[in-house]
């Protein structure tokens, strides 16, 4: 217990360079408070004390902002960097060395049973509001970025970023440049179809003014 207790401290100074004092990291960070309630009550939730379990992670949500479920199996030294509205779903199984930013979500797609959340292996790095959704594996030394939407599984050593997420780096070579000039604005495209419909029907009712002005003309012309 007290192996891992210092396992965790470290983890924050080898993680957070705002990270001043032993004091400060044990009393202020709730990334390691909600470590701590998490352990705690996967306890409960081995010996099948389910209830009791619940409500020891229900009570450190509502301290830390930080959900975990107590079925969740968290590896060593796992660092959860300011934490405000990090989920992590029963059946997820996280690595040693991870590092979760906040707004993270590893959690299912659906009501599938059984194993429904993600597995998470060792040294990974997921940031800020990242969403990783389903039952698959991220592999080793891996990165996602701030905001991606990760669906299927991502190899060992591999950067991925986007909505829906894509492999943009893998073993340290660049498979896919993401240009940020050139980012899609679906709304924009959007508008644009619409504005060359409405030319288009302009064009067509310009047109048939036309010819049924000439008729007219042609007919006053014919009495």
Not at 162 to 170: A, P
Request: positive net charge; proline residues 3%; aromatic residues 6%.
């Amino acid at each position: 217990m007290w192996k891992s207790i210092k396992s965790d401290i470290r983890a924050v100074f080898e993680n957070d360079p705002a990270a001043r004092s032993l004091f400060e990291v044990v009393f202020t960070y709730s990334g390691i408070h909600a470590i701590w309630w998490h352990r705690i009550a996967h306890w409960f939730y081995k010996h099948e004390l389910f209830t009791i379990a619940r409500i020891l992670s229900q009570t450190s949500r509502f301290i830390t902002g930080i959900e975990i479920h107590p079925g969740a199996k968290l590896g060593n030294r796992l660092f959860i960097d300011h934490g405000m509205g990090v989920v992590i779903g029963e059946t997820c199984e996280i690595g040693d060395d991870v590092i979760l930013y906040q707004g993270v979500t590893l959690g299912g797609t659906g009501k599938e049973k059984g194993k429904r959340h993600p597995t998470i292996g060792n040294n990974v790095v997921i940031s800020s509001g990242a969403k990783i959704l389903g039952s698959f594996r991220v592999g080793d030394n891996s990165r996602i970025g701030a905001n991606a939407v990760v669906l299927e599984e991502v190899p060992a050593n591999s950067t991925v970023v986007g909505s829906k997420g894509r492999i943009v780096k893998r073993d340290g070579v660049r498979i896919n440049r993401l240009d940020h000039g050139n980012v899609p604005d679906p709304v924009l495209d959007l508008c644009r179809h619409l504005q060359r419909q409405i030319d288009e029907l302009k064009a067509e009712l310009q047109e048939e003014k036309q010819k049924n002005g000439g008729r007219r003309e042609h007919d006053t012309q014919s009495v």
